[in-house]
């Protein structure tokens, strides 16, 4: 169990330091990105995309 001190310092490490985007995917839509992301880890593969989509436009200026 975890007690309300660990909770409640954990909320403020959150506010301070980390923000979180959503992202909704359709069920009958977007079955083919929802198939692709099953075996990756959300987060690290989002990341890992913007990340070299920046280094891909910090290039080209």
Do not use: C, G, P
Request: no cysteine; hydrophobic share 35%; aromatic share 6%.
């Amino acid at each position: 169990m975890i007690s309300d001190a660990k909770k409640r310092a954990d909320a403020k490490y959150k506010k301070a330091n980390l923000i979180q985007k959503k992202i909704d995917l359709n069920k009958n839509t977007d079955q083919d990105i929802i198939h692709w992301l099953e075996d990756k880890t959300f987060s690290t593969y989002v990341k890992q995309l913007i990340r070299d989509d920046i280094t891909k436009h910090e290039a080209q200026q």
